[in-house]
C-alpha cells in the first residue's frame, strides 16, 4: 500500500484525531409520560412512540397531586392516605449520555394530609395541611435514594397552605395562619436553611396559590397577590394589585423558568363566578399590577398553565376551546376548536390537565380516555401532532426525562 493510500485509509476512519465519531440521538428518546387516573394507578408512556412502558398499579389510591421540579422525579401525593411518594421514569441525561431504566417507585413519606406541593429550582416543598408543615426535597437527592426532607418549616396549627424555597435555595417561605380565620393564612414568614425566621409579613388576607421563579415567589391573597424577593439576605415584601379593580383578589398563580411574570387566576371572592368577576392575567413583577387577558368568545377558563419556554400560557376554557397566548402581549397566538368536551356544568367534573416539553404540550381528556400531544409553533400556533388513547379516566400528568430538544450521546 502506498503512503497516500494509507493516509486515505486512515482518515476514512475517524476525524482528524483519529477518534471514532460518538453516535448521538435526540433527546426526546428519553422522554416519558406519567398520567395519573381516577382509579389508584398510575401509567408510563413513552414520549416519541406513545407506547405503553409500564403500569403502576397497587397504588393507595388516587393521586391527588402530580408535579416535577426538573423531570427527574415525579411526587405524588396521597391526601387521604397522608403519604408523599417519589416516583421515577427512569430516564435522565448523564454527564451528557441519556439514560434509560425501567421506572420504579423510590419510596414514600407519611405526614399529615399532603395537598400542595411547589417547586422552584431543585427544591420541591410540599405543604402538609394536617399538621402545619412545610417540608423540602432536593429532586436530584431523592433521586439517588435520599427519601428524608432536607428541611422542615414548622409553620405551628394546622391550616391550608403552602410553602416554598428561594430559587437559589439559601432561604424559605411559609404560609402562617390566620388568627380570626384558622381555615386560610393572612401572611408569609421567611426562614434562612437553619430554620431560622428573618421576616414575616401579615398583609395577605385569604392567602391562597403560589408559584415561583428567579424573580421571586407569589402569594395569592384575597386583595391581589404578595411578592416575595430576596436583596441579598434580606426579604422584601411588595404587594401586586389589579390594574384597574382592586377587588380582584388572586387564587392560583403559574410560573415557568425564563418568564420573569407569573400567570394568575383573579377573581372577585364570593361573588358568583361570570366573566364579570373571574378573569385570567399576568402578574407583572416590575409594575407591581396584574393586567387581564381576555379569552376569545367570553369564554371562562377552566385549567391553564405556561409552557416549557415561558413565553406562551395555555389556556382550556370551559367551552372546551385551547387558546395559546403570548405573556408579554396577552394576545391569543392560535387556537384548537373543541379540544376536549366542554366543562360538564352539574354532577362530577373531572378536569384536564398540562404537561410540557420543548415545542409541544400534553393536555389529558379524563372523559375521552386520552392524551393530546400538541405542537407549538415559534410563533405560538398550535396544532394536534397525536391522539394517544391511553384509556381510563387520565387526570394529572408530567413529563418524565430530558425536556430540551438537543443531541445526547448513547
Known amino acids: 500500500m502506498t503512503a497516500a493510500a494509507a493516509a486515505a485509509l486512515f482518515a476514512a476512519c475517524g476525524d482528524d ?5 460518538v453516535p448521538t440521538v435526540a433527546a426526546a428518546e428519553f422522554r416519558r409520560l406519567l ?29 391527588t397531586y402530580l408535579y416535577t421540579a426538573k423531570g427527574r422525579i415525579a411526587f405524588a401525593h396521597f391526601q387521604t392516605r397522608d403519604q408523599v411518594s417519589f416516583i421515577d421514569g427512569g430516564v435522565f441525561e448523564q454527564n451528557g449520555r441519556g439514560v434509560k431504566q425501567a421506572p420504579r417507585l423510590v419510596g414514600s413519606f407519611s405526614d399529615i394530609r399532603p395537598i400542595h406541593g411547589n417547586y422552584n429550582g431543585d427544591l ?37 397552605g403552602a410553602g416554598m424555597a428561594t430559587f437559589d435555595g439559601g432561604f424559605m417561605s411559609a404560609s402562617i395562619q390566620d388568627p380570626a380565620n384558622p381555615a ?94 373571574r378573569a385570567l392575567g399576568v402578574a407583572q413583577v416590575a409594575s407591581r399590577t396584574i393586567v387581564p387577558i381576555t379569552i376569545p368568545g367570553g369564554d371562562l377558563d377552566w385549567t391553564a398553565d405556561i409552557d416549557q419556554s415561558g413565553r406562551y400560557a395555555l389556556i382550556l376554557g370551559r367551552t372546551g376551546n385551547l387558546h395559546v397566548v403570548d405573556m408579554s402581549t396577552r394576545q391569543v397566538t392560535g387556537s384548537l376548536s373543541g379540544l376536549v ?32 400531544e400538541i405542537a407549538i409553533s415559534s410563533s405560538g400556533v398550535p396544532t394536534i401532532a397525536r391522539t394517544m388513547n391511553v384509556g381510563g379516566s387520565p387526570e394529572r400528568i408530567v413529563v418524565l426525562g430530558v425536556r430540551e430538544n438537543r443531541s445526547l450521546q448513547r
Not at 429532586?139 to 396549627?157: H, L, Y
Request: charged share 10%; proline share 8%.
Open 184 to 277: 386560610l393564612p393572612n401572611g408569609v414568614v421567611v426562614f434562612n436553611r437553619q430554620g431560622q425566621e428573618v421576616a414575616r409579613n401579615t398583609t395577605c388576607p385569604g392567602l391562597h396559590g403560589l408559584a415561583g421563579n428567579a424573580a421571586g415567589k407569589l402569594y395569592g391573597c384575597a386583595d391581589g397577590a404578595l411578592l416575595v424577593t430576596m436583596n441579598g439576605t434580606t426579604p422584601a415584601f411588595s404587594k401586586v394589585t389589579h390594574a384597574t379593580d382592586p377587588r380582584f383578589g388572586v387564587g392560583s398563580v403559574w410560573a415557568r423558568d425564563g418568564q420573569p411574570n407569573f400567570l394568575v387566576r383573579v377573581s372577585i371572592r364570593g361573588q358568583p363566578v361570570s366573566t364579570a368577576t
Open 124 to 160: 420541591v416543598s410540599v405543604h402538609f395541611d394536617g399538621s402545619g408543615n412545610v417540608r423540602f426535597w432536593s429532586e436530584q437527592g431523592v433521586a439517588a435514594g435520599n427519601t428524608q426532607p432536607v428541611s422542615t418549616i414548622r409553620t405551628g396549627p394546622a391550616h391550608h
Open 17 to 21: 484525531n483519529g477518534t471514532a465519531a
Open 341 to 372: 368536551p366542554p366543562m360538564p356544568t352539574s354532577g362530577t367534573v373531572l378536569t384536564p390537565f398540562f404537561a410540557f416539553a420543548e415545542g409541544v404540550a400534553y393536555i389529558t381528556s379524563p372523559t375521552q380516555g386520552r392524551v393530546y
Open 35 to 63: 398520567v395519573s387516573d381516577t382509579a389508584p394507578f398510575a401509567r408510563v408512556f413513552d414520549a416519541t412512540t406513545g407506547q405503553r412502558v409500564d403500569s403502576m398499579g397497587g397504588l393507595p389510591s388516587r393521586i
